[in-house]
């Protein structure tokens, strides 16, 4: 069964630092991961996906990175700002199009 | 506005109630999903629907119905709610089911069983 596990579980930075989320996975058999915003009440974003056989994507300040064989995932995002405060949610995708979510790592940046 | 849209945003309501959320997709996609987030914020998968059929059926109480008219709709029913069944629901969809796309959530649903 796969267990997707965040570290940490929330984060405070002051405005502009960069800063690294992580995210393991149990099983390594997976078709890609994805990376999620969720804001309070709200839905979810989807910030970045990479599939199986990427190393990374990247999306402005955004940066994700994926090793597969060890079963990490690391989301760094650079210049931090406080509109970028949130949770970040990682998910990854097995058979059948199931995602299998982490419980997020809630970060705040500080003006 | 091409999204993905639910219908309530917030239920409450009371025990052995039963209630319906509607799920609708302008994007054109496939596949649509249902999920739930609980007290703790973890979500989990409920459902998952391939053009009408279902092709995920996580471990939920048979309470949980869900029902695809189209392939743009995907709405969950439950009936005799239960105090556990308060979450936020969320229904998401994708072009197709594999590797290649991303997910796109909706709002979200709160649901509060009294």
């Known amino acids: 069964k796969q267990e997707v596990t965040q570290i940490p579980a929330a984060l405070s930075v002051p405005e502009g630092e960069n800063l690294v989320l992580n995210c393991s996975f149990t099983?390594?058999?997976?078709?890609?991961l994805q990376w999620f915003r969720q804001d309070p009440g709200k839905g979810l974003t989807s910030l970045l996906l990479i599939q199986s056989s990427q190393r990374e994507q990247t999306s402005g300040r955004l940066n994700a990175s994926l090793d597969k064989s060890s079963g990490r995932s690391t989301l760094y995002i650079a210049a931090s700002q406080p509109g970028d405060s949130a949770t970040y949610l990682c998910?990854?995708?097995?058979?059948?199009?199931?995602?299998?979510f982490g419980e997020g790592t809630q970060l705040t940046v500080n003006p | 506005d091409t999204a993905v849209s639910q219908t309530p945003k917030y239920l409450v309501t009371q025990m052995g109630n039963d209630k319906s959320i509607k799920c609708e997709q302008n994007l054109g996609h496939d596949t649509m999903y249902w999920y739930k987030q609980d007290s703790k914020k973890f979500l989990k998968i409920m459902f998952s629907?391939?053009?009408?059929?279902?092709?995920i059926n996580e471990t939920v109480p048979n309470r949980f119905s869900p029902k695809s008219p189209d392939k743009a709709h995907l709405n969950l029913h439950i009936n005799s709610l239960e105090l556990g069944d308060s979450a936020v629901y969320f229904c998401a969809s994708s072009p197709s089911g594999g590797a290649t796309y991303e997910q796109y959530f909706g709002p979200g649903t709160r649901l509060t069983v009294t």
């Open positions: 629907y391939n053009n009408k059929e279902l092709i």
């Open positions: 998910a990854v995708e097995t058979s059948g199009s199931r995602l299998t």
């Open positions: 099983d390594s058999a997976i078709y890609n």
